[in-house]
């Protein structure tokens, strides 16, 4: 099992930008697949960006509308993952959680939305 513990969620004006982290704990086999989603009220949940354990080929996949303003990351030694977010947008105003997952499937948002969540960071963005 692995717990996700998100952080550095908060409420920015359009235009700046926030670092969110998520600290993982437990079974780090189940952290090879890792990632942010984001669902704001009335909307279903989207993908972010997800990165997996191995990235030195850069596996790593964003959705289009972060494209370019967000930036996924990790620390493996930490079992810390990272999403940097500049520009922002009140577009981009939602709950944002992480979810992990181990291997099995490629490492992507259909994978991960099976795997660990945590409970959630809130990104406010006025404009």
């Known amino acids: 099992q692995v717990q996700l513990v998100e952080s550095g969620g908060g409420s920015v004006q359009a235009g700046g930008s926030l670092r969110l982290s998520c600290a993982a704990s437990?079974?780090?086999?189940?952290?090879?697949?890792m990632g942010w989603f984001r669902q704001a009220p009335g909307k279903e949940r989207e993908g972010v960006a997800v990165?997996?354990?191995?990235?030195?080929?850069?596996?790593?996949s964003y959705a289009d509308s972060v494209k370019g303003r967000f930036t996924i990351s990790k620390d493996n030694g930490k079992n810390t993952l990272y999403l940097q977010m500049n520009s922002l947008k009140p577009a981009d105003t939602a709950m944002y959680y992480c979810?992990?997952?181990?291997?099995?499937?490629?490492?992507?948002?259909?994978?991960?939305?099976?795997?660990?969540w945590g409970q959630g960071t809130q990104v406010t963005v006025s404009s």
């Open positions: 979810a992990s997952i181990g291997r099995g499937r490629v490492c992507g948002f259909p994978w991960l939305q099976s795997g660990y």
């Open positions: 437990g079974d780090i086999y189940s952290t090879y697949c």
């Open positions: 990165i997996d354990r191995d990235d030195r080929d850069g596996r790593i």
